[in-house]
């Protein structure tokens, strides 16, 4: 079973600033099966990025994942007011077919 | 759109029955769901696909099942036995490029006596 680490746990940024979250694999995997989610309160994931790096529809351009490997990172180059939320990554794979990581908080610092 | 249907109350023991309702054609496309403890993180569940074929989180498969009836655009959750560690949100979803683009707006599900 592949399992996904997060980091940071929560990270503070400032409106405008940049924003750079980790989602780290337990084995090598295939960029075509990371995706990426946000998650605002009381609200359904929504995608963001899949295959590491193709956005998703309608997800501007500030978002941008990378990564191959066991390291994939997705990045918002110019945070928004409304990016502030829990990101999620998540990989397609064997058995589980379907695992997420836990998750990293964005909040305003 | 997905849109999600059932019981907000289930007793302990008891069998967590959901139906998602597919605008537009179920044909297609793969579908599943996942759910949300709260303040936790996303568990997927179960997923299948339009040629039949049906895949389940080892940790719940002794207890899931999920089906499907193409004339009504819906498919379907069953959960047996549950406890309180099934209380959570579930959302049904749409699978397509090894990630899931369109979800329900989600249904909140407590098991209590």
């Known amino acids: 079973e592949i399992v996904l680490t997060q980091s940071p746990g929560t990270l503070s940024v400032s409106p405008g600033e940049r924003a750079t979250l980790s989602c780290r694999a337990s084995?090598?995997?295939?960029?075509?099966?990371l995706a990426w989610y946000q998650q605002k309160a009381g609200q359904a994931p929504r995608l963001l990025i899949y295959?590491?790096?193709t956005r998703a529809t309608g997800i501007p351009d500030r978002f941008s994942g990378s990564g191959s490997g066991t390291d994939f990172t997705l990045t918002i180059s110019r945070l928004e007011p409304e990016d502030f939320a829990v990101y999620y990554c998540?990989?397609?794979?064997?058995?589980?077919?379907?695992?997420f990581g836990p998750g990293t908080k964005v909040d305003i610092k | 759109q997905l849109q999600e249907s059932g019981p907000g109350l289930v007793k302990p023991s008891e069998t967590l029955s959901l139906t998602c309702t597919v605008s537009g054609g179920i044909s297609s496309y793969y579908w599943g769901w996942i759910r949300q403890p709260p303040g936790k993180g996303l568990g997927w569940i179960g997923s299948f696909t339009y040629s039949g074929s049906t895949y389940y989180n080892p940790s719940l498969k002794s207890r899931v099942t999920i089906s499907v009836d193409t004339s009504k655009n819906q498919f379907s959750l069953k959960l047996t036995s549950v406890t309180a560690a099934d209380t959570a949100v579930y959302y049904c979803?749409?699978?397509?490029?090894?990630?899931?683009?369109?979800w329900g707006q989600g249904t909140m599900v407590t098991v209590s006596s």
């Open positions: 979803v749409r699978w397509v490029n090894y990630a899931f683009d369109i």
């Open positions: 998540q990989h397609y794979g064997s058995s589980p077919l379907f695992t």
């Open positions: 295959g590491a790096s």
């Open positions: 084995q090598s995997v295939s960029g075509s099966f």
